[in-house]
Nanobody, 114 residues
Framework: QVQLVESGGDSVQPGGSLRLSCAASGSIFSINTMGWYRQAPGKQREGVARISSGGIRIYADSVKGRFTISRDNAKNTVYLELNSLEPEDSAVYYC????????WGQGTQVTVSS
């Protein structure tokens, strides 16, 4: 069974930084584009960033220049580094393939507030 386990969320002040991690089942990781998504209260889930198996990265305009996605194929793990955080970045962050093909994990909460 495919599993996606996100971690690393926290409460930080505006301008702060976090590093999120997502451990994925090996069977889906190595050949797929992996993505980070987020969902804020009352809003639809949106794609934030994605990275292909070959390392090509695509970012949403709202996070470009502030977030960095990376992957470690040997560890079946995808990361999202969040810098210069803004209150609008507050959300539950999830990972999945891109497009999302598998059941969502529990996500990890990021709260940006002074």
């Amino acid at each position: 069974q495919v599993q996606l386990v996100e971690s690393g969320g926290d409460s930080v002040q505006p301008g702060g930084s976090l590093r999120l991690s997502c451990a994925a089942s090996g069977s889906i990781f190595s050949i797929n584009t992996m993505g980070w998504y987020r969902q804020a209260p009352g809003k639809q889930r949106e794609g934030v960033a994605r990275i292909s198996s070959g390392g090509i990265r695509i970012y949403a305009d709202s996070v470009k220049g502030r977030f960095t996605i990376s992957r470690d194929n040997a560890k079946n793990t995808v990361y999202l580094e969040l810098n210069s955080l803004e209150p609008e970045d507050s959300a539950v962050y999830y990972c999945n393939t891109y497009p999302a093909l598998y059941p969502w994990g529990q996500g990890t909460q990021v709260t940006v507030s002074s």
